[in-house]
């Protein structure tokens, strides 16, 4: 069965420096992986998606996650945090073969921007 | 503009009610889910539907009914039977390539306890 772990609760960083949120994953197929970003009291917005095509993956607001098989991982990344970027981020597994069944997401990261 | 509408955004429930929450999409979207969000918890599934006339379980539907009469509709009614239901709800729907496109979720309603 898939997971997903979230390998940091909380992340703190300032202004203008740059943002890793660590995200691992295990999977019995090919999966599709996603990162959602979360403000207060809203829905979830897609941020950016990895379907089988490059691995390299770039998504909204200079973000971006590398997907590496052979270390089962899908961490964001972003060069240069903004205030704006304060919020929560889910990843999120999907297996190619599973029909029927849902998105499985991890605990969430929340990441803080100090100025 | 095409989305997901969940109302309201605010629910307030006496102990021994049920209280339906409201999801609505005009995306044509064929699948709709229902998720609980608890804080350090992340989402959890409660139901969801693949067609009209059809939904599932999901892994805490406990408590919980849904309907899914029309595609663009899936209500969920916390019932009485739920003991601890006060928490964040939110409604999602995908298209049948779900790899694809990943999804689209509605701004969400928080239900509380009083």
């Known amino acids: 069965a898939q997971s997903v772990t979230q390998l940091d609760s909380h992340v703190s960083v300032s202004e203008g420096t740059p943002v890793l949120l660590r995200c691992n994953y295990s999977?019995?197929?090919?999966?599709?992986l996603f990162w959602y970003v979360q403000h207060p009291n809203k829905g979830l917005q897609l941020l950016l998606k990895?379907?089988?095509?490059?691995?390299l993956v770039k998504g909204i607001n200079g973000f971006e996650a590398e997907f590496k098989k052979s270390e089962t991982s899908f961490h964001l990344t972003k060069p240069s945090a903004h205030m704006s970027d304060a919020a929560e981020y889910f990843c999120?597994?999907?297996?190619?073969?599973?029909?029927?069944?849902?998105?499985?997401f991890g605990k969430g990261t929340t990441l803080s921007v100090s100025s | 503009d095409g989305g997901i509408t969940q109302s309201p955004k605010y629910l307030f429930r006496k102990e021994g009610q049920n209280v339906t929450l409201s999801c609505e999409q005009n995306l044509n979207h064929d699948a709709m889910y229902w998720y609980r969000q608890d804080p350090g918890q992340g989402l959890r599934l409660i139901y969801y539907?693949?067609?009209?006339?059809?939904?599932q379980k999901g892994d805490i539907a406990e408590g919980y009914s849904v309907s899914r009469e029309k595609k663009e509709s899936f209500p969920l009614t916390v019932t009485s039977a739920q003991k601890n239901p006060t928490a964040f709800y939110l409604c999602a729907s995908i298209p049948s390539d779900r790899r694809a496109y990943g999804y689209t979720f509605g701004s969400g309603t928080r239900l509380t306890v009083v």
């Open positions: 539907s693949q067609i009209v006339n059809d939904f």
């Open positions: 999120v597994v999907s297996e190619a073969n599973q029909a029927g069944t849902a998105l499985i």
């Open positions: 990895y379907t089988s095509a490059a691995t």
């Open positions: 999977s019995s197929y090919s999966p599709s």
